[in-house]
């Protein structure tokens, strides 16, 4: 098999990219395909390889930057790292496409190039979402703003296959975030999805109160791309405030200086249960091939879990699950 | 002036809200009305003092509960300190409702009973959301699930009214919630709203990313009541469990533990910055009086203030003035 990585799209690009793909050799058996501007691609494996064995390169003189409206930027923009990507991928030269690029150009790149899988209406960008148990998969977290019943079912029904297939989750518990835990609760959209989810075959735990989603008590949050969004930001604006304030606190008199001192062991440690990275990309789920989006600001270890948990999508056939799945509810039929 | 105060409502009640109403005499010129049980609240005044001067008791045998359907509880429990003050409240006995009970009742009390202000199409509930500079005003956290353009524009004039003459903070910024800063982006109704809020007189900062709330960059925080619902609870789940997961990482050995102790005092201070107790309840803003929602878990302290700005609410005018503003601009021309 063959993984593509966009050497070019991430804050830490190219050096924490071409990095990370030489990590992950050792983890997977995978050839990789580094895509961007040859020379640099070149210089940077040489400062850290002699042995370029299951490393390829493919010359892409241009670059999709995170400014770039993402249709037009898909469209012109034929010589990116990016678009020759989805060109490899749709030409099945490759079997993956990894990037830290821009999500809304990888969005853009993935319906335009790719297409949808059969029966599904929207795909989404399905994340990591650290939790004090492990992780959630957050479903979806801001590709499809405006969304009917159908496409939350599909979250679901997507998020659960990804889980088990992937990162090795059985039975996974789906829930749907709403703004109370009774059934005929919230806004239009999720009083009506209820009742679509409740009689499906997921493992539907039903409605998620936000205050719950931190613990992870399911292992799916379902929503709208709008409300996941805001969930993804706002836990991290949230973090890193109380992060600054207690580092505020914790530096403002000798005592506590030395109490920082002495705890930062601790924060270390805590730091390290909500490290995103370790748990790879996050997939376009519903797309009819695979693509992962790595974090933007994604290092080396990111960037290699992102293509080892992009190894097992492919591997583990979640693309072929997903489509049986969909066919087989039938899921054309609700509104 | 005349202040009601539901004494049976909250998970404290009636102690912590009794406590609360002598502890704020001092401070305000109003009388208060105690609304409950008689006897109950008999014994408890007893028990802290002998000067009954500005105390009336409103005698209530009925409790609405947070179990309670909403619209029927306000319909059946005639004889609830709730909906006794809601009755006092209309026939203008009293001059403002503060309560700690079922948010929903709350709300229902607010549009069965006394109703909405001329030329508001939605009422909103409006808490205090702490930051790190202090604290910003959300409106809407969850009266409106469903909402169009021209409820978002009353939100931030309210909003902006009620910081104003309550909380003193001059020409407050406007922020809407949106998952980009760009113009055009987010969902059908945010993107809509951009233009109806950038044409209004108001301070309007343009669109907030979740990430920036907890910093505090704006002073009035609008978004629909599911959006709003999600960032209130999303927050206090992610300090909890940050703190939980803090907690934990400092006692796993006993370096860390004396640490810990040293840093008790750090810890401390930095939970009264987040103490939305000091800011008093949260307005329902757009019900023709003023009706005051203070939190569930309110302890005497968050009553006491609850109460104070429940005057000042009164006395700055804020329903006359969003009366004044809603007419000025004919908001019944927008969708």
């Known amino acids: 098999m063959k993984i593509a990585v966009d050497a070019m799209g991430g804050d830490k690009a190219p050096k924490a990219i071409i990095a990370g793909s030489l990590l992950v ?16 691609i070149k210089k940077e494996l040489e400062k850290r390889t002699t042995d370029f ?39 099945k030269e490759v079997d ?29 960008l399905a994340p990591i979402y650290p939790t004090r148990k492990g992780f959630s998969l ?10 009917k019943p159908r496409n939350l079912l599909e979250f679901g029904i997507m998020g659960s296959i990804y889980l088990q297939q992937v990162l090795g989750i059985n039975n996974p518990k789906v829930g749907m975030v709403n703004i109370g835990t009774e059934e005929g609760k919230g806004n239009r959209l999720v009083s009506e999805t209820y009742e679509v989810m409740k009689k499906s075959d997921m493992n539907f735990y039903g409605n998620l109160e936000a205050r719950d989603i ?8 379902v929503c709208d791309g709008f409300v996941g969004n805001v969930i993804l930001k706002l836990t991290e604006g949230v973090a890193m405030n109380m992060t600054s304030m207690l580092k ?10 030395i109490g920082a001192l002495i705890l930062k062991g601790g924060l270390k440690e805590f730091k390290s249960k909500l490290d995103y990275t370790e748990y790879g990309g996050a997939p376009f ?5 695979p693509v992962i989006k790595a974090h933007g600001s994604s ?15 492919c591997k583990n056939g979640v693309i072929e699950k997903i489509e049986e799945e969909i066919f087989k509810i039938g899921v054309d039929n609700i509104e």
């Open 138 to 147: 957050l479903v979806d977290a801001g590709a499809n703003t405006d969304c």
């Open 214 to 221: 931190p613990g992870g008590i399911v292992d799916v949050i």
């Open 25 to 40: 050799l050792d983890e997977i058996e995978s050839n990789i395909v580094l895509i961007g501007k040859e020379d640099i």
């Open 299 to 313: 290092n080396e270890n990111a960037i290699k879990n992102a293509i080892k948990y992009g190894e097992i999508f």
């Open 96 to 124: 993956a496409f990894v990037s830290a690029g821009s999500t809304g150009a990888l969005l853009a790149g993935s319906l335009l190039k790719i297409g949808r899988i059969k029966g599904i209406d929207r795909p989404a």
């Open 285 to 289: 789920l519903g797309v009819k091939r």
């Open 53 to 91: 064995k299951r490393i390829d390169i493919l010359d892409a003189q241009d670059v999709v930057e995170n400014e770039d409206k993402p249709v037009k930027a898909i469209r012109s923009k034929k010589d990116s790292s990016m678009v020759k990507g989805f060109e490899a991928l749709k030409n």
């Open 248 to 257: 505020e606190a914790f530096t403002k008199n000798f005592i506590s200086k």
